[in-house]
């Protein structure tokens, strides 16, 4: 019945982007946030140099939001955007342990921590919706040091009540064995499948399910809705995956080598030598066969389509596929060779190209 259902569905459209209509010239470090605004601009963080940034393709020009310190307005190191209503966004300072409340005029409003009842540290959030509530999957290390745990709770968080509801559970990522005398390296079985998650405005969350790969609506007081398995190709694990994973991690790390001494109290050592990756990656640990998705989280659109980043082949364009509220894979969008997915705007795609002095510069795609 279910391959029946699934011969069924409409075919998946293929998408191949292949200009962008608008670059910006300016180069970045590390972005690792960008949300489009109803004027046109769009917010970024550059994580490591710049910080909190407004861009207009239309001028081109790049303008510094606040500054970078430990003061009530102040941050050290973004790294990721979260949408509010009404052009309202929250960053997430992990410097600091604290969020940064960014208003439609561009100005930072406050900057405050999240904490859960019952928990003494700040916590980051995935999502909030449009009541105010926030939305995190709960990590292990709450589960009296059972760090072996890796089915999690997804919450929400309504503050002005201080509750905490458990919405949906989903597998996280894997724990190392424990071994005496390890060279430090990435805490977790790297490319062992793991759930993706996502939420909408509506407070609606997607998972995304690493077994059999499907996704999965929930909603409280409604049935969940289960969408048929994507298939997908069960590729083993290189030792060229293994050793550009390690790369890729160790430069988008805080102390990548690049200057990040700009004023937000972060020292880079100097970059690590291709032997010297080669001896974390050694020491890591690593799954036999890559998962059918990345460990990316999966994006929402404007138009509430939900966003998977498929695992393929390292010398392959980066492909995502797209699925619509009944949780039915409708679209295949990849991207040009060499570019990485940044955000998603109305109608648009904002990709990162990387030069070869390692400068990141920000293009936008349309999506017809």
């Known amino acids: 019945m279910l391959l029946l259902f699934a011969l069924l569905q409409a075919p998946v459209r293929q998408v191949t982007l292949t200009t962008p209509d608008m670059v910006l010239a300016e ?3 590390q972005l690792r946030g960008v949300r489009e605004l109803r004027n046109g601009k769009v917010l970024l963080v550059d994580r490591l140099d710049r910080g909190l940034l407004s861009a207009d393709f239309a001028t081109g020009t790049v303008t510094k939001i606040g500054k970078e310190g430990r003061g009530p307005l102040e941050y050290t190191l973004l790294s990721g955007l979260i949408p509010l209503g009404g052009d309202s966004t929250l960053a ?8 940064v409340l960014v208003t439609p005029d561009l100005h930072i409003a406050r900057t405050f921590t999240l904490l859960l009842p019952g928990l003494g540290l700040p916590v980051g959030a995935r999502g909030v919706d449009r009541e105010g509530r926030y939305y995190l999957r709960i990590p292990a290390w709450m589960f009296q040091g059972d760090f072996q745990r890796d089915t999690l709770p997804i919450v929400r968080f309504d503050v002005t009540r201080d509750r905490v509801d458990t919405l949906a559970y989903a597998k996280g990522s894997t724990a190392r064995p424990a071994v005496e005398h390890r060279v430090m390296g990435v805490p977790y079985v790297i490319f062992a499948a793991e759930d993706g998650w996502a939420v909408a405005p509506d407070g609606r969350i997607a998972v995304v399910r690493s077994g059999d790969y499907h996704v999965e609506w929930y909603a409280p007081g409604r049935p969940v809705v289960r969408g048929a398995p994507v298939a997908f190709t069960r590729r083993r694990v290189s030792a060229a995956d293994r050793f550009a994973y390690i790369k890729r991690f160790i430069e988008n790390s805080a102390t990548s080598g690049r200057d990040a001494t700009g004023g937000g109290g972060l020292s880079a050592g100097p970059a690590l030598s291709d032997a010297e990756l080669q001896v974390i990656t050694d020491a ?32 392959a364009p980066e492909s995502w596929d797209l699925f619509d509220g009944a949780a039915r894979l409708t679209m295949r969008v990849t991207l040009p060779v060499g570019r990485r997915l940044l955000g998603l705007g109305a109608g648009t795609v904002y990709a990162i190209v990387t030069d070869e002095d390692g400068l990141e510069r920000l293009e936008r795609y349309r999506l017809n």
Do not use: C, I, K, M
């Open 27 to 29: 180069s970045f470090s």
């Open 284 to 315: 890591g640990d690593f799954a036999e066969f890559h998962p059918p998705f990345t460990d990316r989280a999966p994006l929402l659109g404007a138009d509430g389509t939900l966003w998977v980043q498929r695992s393929v082949p390292l010398d």
């Open 92 to 99: 997430y300072d992990e410097g600091n342990g604290r969020l």
